[in-house]
């Protein structure tokens, strides 16, 4: 069992940054993918980023890409993501995710993923 919780959101004016980070308890995430997802109001969850195991390997959605920072520390049992130039499009929750049964790949299908966050809210005024 492993369990993830979100926090770093809140409300921000375009342009503006903010840092997201998922702390995971109950087993270690170091042997494991690990993913951001989003999901505005009336839309489908979307992948923002992820990335594998030892983050050699590390893709971003198109939309983020330039924008956003996946990072994590395996021995805090911590992933991170940074959001710069902020867009009142990025507004949404953000969820954090492991994916116990691949280390070495990074999906983007969010029913690969076995563990997921309560989210954090993420607020992107113009």
């Known amino acids: 069992q492993v369990e993830l919780v979100e926090s770093g959101g809140g409300l921000v004016q375009a342009g503006g940054s903010l840092r997201l980070s998922c702390a995971a308890s109950g087993r270690t995430i170091s042997r494991y993918a690990m993913g951001w997802f989003r999901q505005a109001p009336g839309k489908e969850r979307e992948f923002v980023s992820g990335t594998v195991w030892s983050g050699e390997i590390i893709d971003y959605a198109v939309s983020v890409k330039g924008r956003f920072t996946i990072s994590r520390d395996n021995a805090k049992n911590m992933v991170y993501l940074q959001m710069n130039s902020l867009k009142p499009e990025d507004t949404g929750v953000y969820y954090c995710?492991?994916?116990?049964?691949?280390?070495?790949?990074?999906?983007?299908?969010?029913?690969?993923?076995?563990?997921w966050g309560q989210g954090t809210q993420v607020t992107v005024s113009s």
């Open positions: 995710a492991a994916d116990l049964t691949g280390g070495s790949y990074v999906s983007r299908v969010h029913d690969v993923y076995d563990y």
